[in-house]
C-alpha cells in the first residue's frame, strides 16, 4: 500500500480530503474533473454513515448478511440506501426479489431502486443478461463505483450499506477512497474460516487503510433445527470471538445456520422481515445493535435531535375485534394505531382507524398511509406479508388475542410471545 493510496481514505474532514487531492492535481486537471469531484463529496456529505461489508471469500453469506443489516437499519426507522459494488458477482437484485428491476433516470439522474424501505443500487441491475460475466479491470470498476456514489440519487440518508466482493481487491479499496470517510468494516465469516489468512487479510487491509474494523460476524454458528428450533454446534464456535480478541477488534455477534434464511434468499423475501421474532432475527438485531448507536455517537445539531426523536416514534397498528387483536387481519372492524417512544420504551398515543372495505392489497396501502411502522397480528397470509415488506412495514405474527396497549408494552420490552401464524388466508 503507497502512502498515495492511503492519504485518501483516512477519515479526515472533507476539506483535508480535498487538500489532499489538490496536492496529486496536475496542472493540466481539467474544470470537468474538479467539478466531479465536488459533486461527488456533496452526494456522500449527505449520507451521515457508510458501511463496507467484506469477507475474506466468498459464500459465507456475505451479501445476506449486508442485505439484512441494512433492511434492520430501515425497520429501526433508518434512512438506508443499500449498494451492491460485487462486480462479479452481484446477489443482491435476487435476494431482493429485483432480478427484472431497471434503472430509470430522471433528469440524468439515476434513480435507485425501491424496495422494502431501501434504495439499492446494484451492478446487476445494469447487466442485459444477469448471468453475463463482467470483465473489467481496476480503473473501469473504479469508475463504475464512482457513478454508483455520485450519479445516483440516494438524496439524504442515514446509512449507505455497501456489499463488496469477497478478498481485498479493486472494489473495497474503491470504496474507501470516493466514499471517504467510511465508518468503518463489517467482516463476515463463518466458524470453518474464521482462523484462515483470508480473514486476518481482511482486517489488515482495513487497518492499513486506517478504515475502522465495526467488527466481525461468525455467520453459520451453529444450526437451527427446522422443526424444533434447538441450535446446534456443527463447527466449534466461539472462534471468531478468540480471533477478534487477538486482533484487536470488536466482535459483534454470531448468526446461526437457519434453513429460513437460505430459504428467505432463495425466494427473494428478506430475512428479519418475515422471520421477525426468530432466534436467528435475534441474532442479526444483536448484529446490528453497534451500528445503529454509530448515529448516537453524531455531533448533534438541535434540527437533527429534534427530527431523530421523531424517528424514534413508532407508529404499531393492531387489527381489532371486540377491542381486542383480531385473529383474521384482513376482517377485522377496527385497527388501533399505538403511538410509543422506541427509545424511552413509552406508548405516547393511541386512535382508533376503521379500515376501507377489504380488497386484496388495499390495507398495505391505507397502513402506509396512515405512518404505521410496525404491525402486530394473530395471523396473516404470505401475500400480504410481502405486500406490508414493501411499504415498509415490520409484520410480528402469531400474537395472542389480547388489548392493544398489553400488546404494544410486550412489544417494546421485548416479551411479546409471537405464535404460529393461525391464520394463512
Ligand atoms: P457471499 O456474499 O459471502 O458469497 P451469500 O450471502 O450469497 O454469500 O450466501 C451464500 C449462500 O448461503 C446463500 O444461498 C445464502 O442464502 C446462504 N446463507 C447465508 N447465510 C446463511 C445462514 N445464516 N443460514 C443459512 N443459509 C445462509
Given amino acids: 500500500m503507497t502512502e498515495d493510496q492511503k492519504c485518501s481514505h483516512k ?33 456522500m456529505g449527505r449520507i451521515r454513515h457508510k458501511i463496507l461489508v467484506m469477507s475474506g471469500k466468498g459464500g459465507v453469506g456475505k451479501s445476506t448478511v449486508a442485505a439484512n443489516l441494512a433492511i434492520s437499519l430501515a425497520l429501526a426507522g433508518k434512512r438506508v440506501g443499500l449498494l451492491d459494488v460485487d462486480i462479479h458477482g452481484p446477489s443482491i437484485p435476487k435476494m431482493l426479489k429485483l432480478d427484472d428491476a431497471a434503472v430509470q433516470v430522471k433528469d440524468g439522474v439515476i434513480q435507485p431502486v425501491e424496495k422494502a424501505g431501501l434504495k439499492v443500487m446494484s ?51 474503491s470504496v474507501c477512497q470516493l466514499a471517504a470517510p467510511v465508518d468503518g468494516a463489517v467482516i463476515v465469516t463463518t466458524p470453518q474460516d474464521v482462523a484462515t489468512a483470508d480473514v486476518r487479510r481482511s482486517i489488515n487491509f482495513c487497518q492499513q487503510l486506517e478504515l475502522p474494523v465495526l467488527g466481525v460476524v461468525e455467520n453459520m454458528s451453529g444450526f437451527v433445527c427446522p422443526k424444533c428450533g434447538t441450535i446446534t454446534d456443527i463447527f466449534k464456535s ?30 427473494g423475501q428478506p430475512f428479519v422481515y418475515h422471520y421477525s421474532g426468530t432466534e436467528t432475527a435475534k441474532a442479526f438485531e444483536y448484529v446490528i445493535a453497534p451500528i445503529l448507536s454509530l448515529s448516537g455517537q453524531d455531533k448533534e445539531t438541535q434540527a437533527n435531535r429534534t427530527s431523530k426523536r421523531e424517528e424514534s416514534i413508532m407508529k404499531i397498528a393492531i387489527p381489532l375485534a371486540d377491542g381486542k387483536l383480531c385473529m383474521h387481519f384482513g376482517h377485522c372492524e377496527q385497527f388501533a394505531l399505538v403511538d410509543a417512544d422506541e427509545k424511552t420504551k413509552q406508548i405516547t398515543g393511541q386512535k382508533m382507524l376503521t379500515p376501507p372495505p377489504h380488497e386484496p392489497g388495499v390495507l398495505p396501502k391505507w397502513l402506509h398511509e396512515q405512518g404505521a411502522n410496525v404491525i402486530i ?31 404494544v408494552s410486550q412489544y417494546l420490552a421485548g416479551t411479546l410471545v409471537s405464535g404460529t401464524n393461525v391464520c394463512d388466508h
Avoid at 238 to 267: K, N, T
Avoid at 395 to 401: E, H, N, T
Fill in 11 to 43: 477519515k479526515e474532514t472533507s476539506t483535508k480530503q480535498g487538500a489532499c487531492a489538490a496536492n496529486h492535481k496536475s496542472d493540466a486537471e481539467s474544470l470537468d474533473e474538479f467539478l466531479e469531484q465536488q459533486a461527488l463529496e456533496q452526494q
Fill in 238 to 267: 466461539g472462534g471468531g470471538e478468540r480471533m477478534a480478541a487477538d486482533m484487536g477488534v470488536p466482535f459483534l455477534g454470531r448468526i446461526p445456520l437457519d434453513p429460513a434464511v437460505a430459504q428467505a434468499c432463495d425466494d
Fill in 123 to 173: 451492478i446487476g441491475f445494469l447487466l442485459q443478461d444477469r448471468d453475463d460475466a463482467v470483465i473489467w479491470r481496476g480503473p473501469m470498476k473504479m469508475g463504475v463505483i464512482k457513478q454508483f456514489l455520485k450519479d445516483v440519487d440516494w438524496g439524504d440518508l442515514d446509512y449507505l450499506v455497501i456489499d463488496s466482493p469477497p478478498g481485498t481487491g479493486d472494489e473495497p479499496l
Fill in 377 to 407: 397480528a394473530g395471523g396473516m397470509g404470505q401475500h400480504a406479508q410481502t405486500l406490508f415488506a414493501e411499504n415498509g412495514i415490520k409484520v410480528v405474527v402469531g400474537a395472542p388475542a389480547e388489548l392493544p396497549e398489553q400488546l
